[in-house]
């Protein structure tokens, strides 16, 4: 079976075993589900998990695994990233991406390499790519028509506009 990654278990919160994901995903709706199965990477395999509760939480998410509510035993998964199989993916309209699609393309302005992209964070306002430029500086650019000019994902690439201050 092949997975997509979805997310990264970053901490835990409370006694109740509940996990913060930075998620990769913009349907954690749809991924966290009640009674949905996600699964874990750790100690080099995919452990199979059933989501009991889900809800957002300061820019991440929190999740609850059934048979799991004790700190104790969900600790040991900080760190481990959070697949869902492949043949749960959700379709995608033209001009639309999947997080994961997007993580590690070159960044090019005026076909200059300028970074990559090291994450996209989602904001009320709307995404965010989180450029990782050659400097080893972090610029967030709007994830929209008016500054992305182009996304070539067989070509590994995005190309954004010039503008002042953008970067």
């Known amino acids: 079976m092949e997975y ?21 995903t913009d349907f954690q ?8 199965t996600i699964y874990i990477f750790y100690d080099n ?14 820019n991440q998410d929190l999740l609850v695994l059934k048979d799991h509510e004790d700190i104790n035993l969900v600790e040991k998964f900080k760190g481990s990233d959070v ?9 995608l309209f033209e001009d639309e991406y999947h997080v994961n699609e997007l993580l590690e393309l070159d960044v090019y302005q005026n076909s200059n390499l300028v970074g990559t992209i090291a994450n996209v964070v989602a904001y009320p306002q ?3 790519l989180d450029i990782l430029q050659e400097s080893g500086k972090h610029s967030l650019v ?3 028509d008016e500054f992305v000019l182009e ?7 995005v190309e954004i506009i010039e503008m002042e201050g953008l970067l």
Do not use: C, H, M, W
């Open 4 to 24: 997509i990654k979805i997310g990264t278990i970053v901490n835990t919160k409370g006694i109740r075993g509940e996990l913060k994901v930075q998620s990769f």
């Open 29 to 36: 709706e749809d991924r966290y589900r009640t009674g949905n």
């Open 45 to 58: 395999e995919y452990l199979p998990f059933q989501v009991k509760a889900y809800s957002p939480y300061k």
């Open 83 to 91: 697949y869902v199989p492949e043949e749960a993916e959700t379709t």
């Open 126 to 128: 709307g995404d965010y």
């Open 142 to 144: 709007p994830f929209r």
């Open 151 to 157: 996304v070539n994902l067989d070509e590994g690439y």
